[in-house]
């Protein structure tokens, strides 16, 4: 006897493909579609019966716990451990922060790079180090930058509610001993809480293995929904590399993007 085959998922497949049209006809910049088609809005997911209550149960009567035939002496409660409390981690604002780090032994009082943008938000961008060729306080003008306004504006994130920061405030590539990476997060934890962004993406491999360590691999975290600091956090490829290749930007747009629900299309 022949088997059957099932060959509805095929046909339906095919059948999307015959309706998708030029709707996937993409410019160099793969959010910048030359024709968009309006997608149906999601059914409203059915509500689920509530659970009928159980009838309370009779109350029993209290079991009799027989005492103890030798009573422990009190043991003393562990002494908790202190922990010195740096500088920064006491400002209240963003300048007086910027001022504590600078007299870190980190930064030997050099200039370092401060955040750019508004005061609170709703994107930030976090990148590994500045870029020695650009400025202190330009990065928000720069053709990266541009670029990035771009893509979040495909994803209804308004270009003036993006600001910058950077992990190590120095432009200088670096590979960072445990107890100074660690000195470096806590003090992104303390930026985050005084700029109290709604979402932060982070670019590129190096800044996302000092964020959240090396036990994740980055092409599979890449654009899933993360957290750092009480922070909704994404992280993608890195943006300076995204710029002069389309492969990469194929990949942020089609297959990294996608997996977040902290943005919409």
């Given at each position: 006897?022949?088997?059957?085959?099932?060959?509805?998922?095929?046909?339906?497949?095919?059948?999307?493909?015959?309706?998708?049209?030029?709707?996937?006809?993409?410019?160099?910049?793969?959010?910048?579609?030359?024709k968009r088609m309006a997608s149906p809005a999601p059914a409203a997911?059915?509500?689920?019966?509530?659970?009928?209550?159980?009838?309370?149960?009779?109350?029993?009567?209290?079991?009799?716990?027989?005492?103890?035939?030798?009573?422990?002496?009190?043991?003393?409660?562990?002494?908790?451990?202190?922990?010195?409390?740096?500088?920064?981690?006491?400002?209240?604002?963003?300048?007086?922060?910027?001022?504590?780090?600078?007299?870190?032994?980190?930064?030997?009082?050099?200039?370092?790079?401060?955040?750019?943008?508004?005061?609170?938000?709703?994107?930030?961008?976090?990148?590994?180090?500045?870029?020695?060729?650009?400025?202190?306080?330009?990065?928000?003008?720069?053709?990266?930058?541009?670029?990035?306004?771009?893509?979040?504006?495909?994803?209804?994130?308004?270009?003036?509610?993006?600001?910058?920061?950077?992990?190590?405030?120095?432009?200088?590539?670096?590979?960072?001993?445990?107890?100074?990476?660690?000195?470096?997060?806590?003090?992104?934890?303390?930026?985050?809480?005084?700029?109290?962004?709604?979402?932060?993406?982070?670019?590129?491999?190096?800044?996302?293995?000092?964020?959240?360590?090396?036990?994740?691999?980055?092409?599979?975290?890449?654009?899933?929904?993360?957290?750092?600091?009480?922070?909704?956090?994404?992280?993608?490829?890195?943006?300076?590399?995204?710029?002069?290749?389309?492969?990469?930007?194929?990949?942020?747009?089609?297959?990294?993007?996608?997996?977040?629900?902290?943005?919409?299309?």
């Amino acid at each position: 006897m022949a088997e059957e085959f099932d060959f509805s998922a095929l046909r339906s497949y095919l059948q999307g493909q015959m309706d998708l049209g030029d709707a996937e006809v993409f410019l160099d910049e793969p959010w910048a579609p030359k024709k968009r088609m309006a997608s149906p809005a999601p059914a409203a997911a059915p509500v689920p019966p509530r659970p009928a209550v159980p009838p309370p149960r009779p109350a029993s009567a209290p079991a009799t716990t027989a005492a103890p035939a030798f009573a422990r002496p009190d043991m003393p409660a562990p002494r908790a451990a202190s922990r010195e409390v740096a500088p920064f981690e006491s400002a209240v604002t963003t300048q007086e922060f910027y001022g504590q780090i600078s007299n870190e032994k980190l930064y030997a009082g050099k200039a370092i790079f401060r955040y750019e943008g508004p005061e609170h938000p709703a994107l930030l961008l976090l990148f590994q180090t500045p870029r020695s060729d650009i400025p202190s306080g330009g990065f928000l003008k720069s053709p990266v930058a541009e670029m990035l306004f771009r893509l979040f504006a495909s994803l209804n994130v308004a270009p003036e509610s993006i600001g910058v920061t950077f992990f190590y405030k120095l432009p200088e590539s670096r590979n960072f001993p445990p107890l100074v990476e660690a000195t470096l997060r806590k003090m992104l934890t303390k930026e985050l809480s005084l700029l109290a962004p709604e979402t932060m993406v982070t670019f590129g491999e190096p800044v996302f293995h000092q964020v959240f360590g090396k036990g994740r691999n980055f092409m599979e975290s890449a654009g899933t929904d993360m957290e750092f600091a009480g922070v909704k956090t994404c992280s993608l490829v890195d943006a300076f590399s995204m710029m002069g290749d389309k492969q990469l930007k194929l990949l942020t747009w089609k297959t990294h993007l996608p997996k977040s629900t902290y943005f919409k299309r």
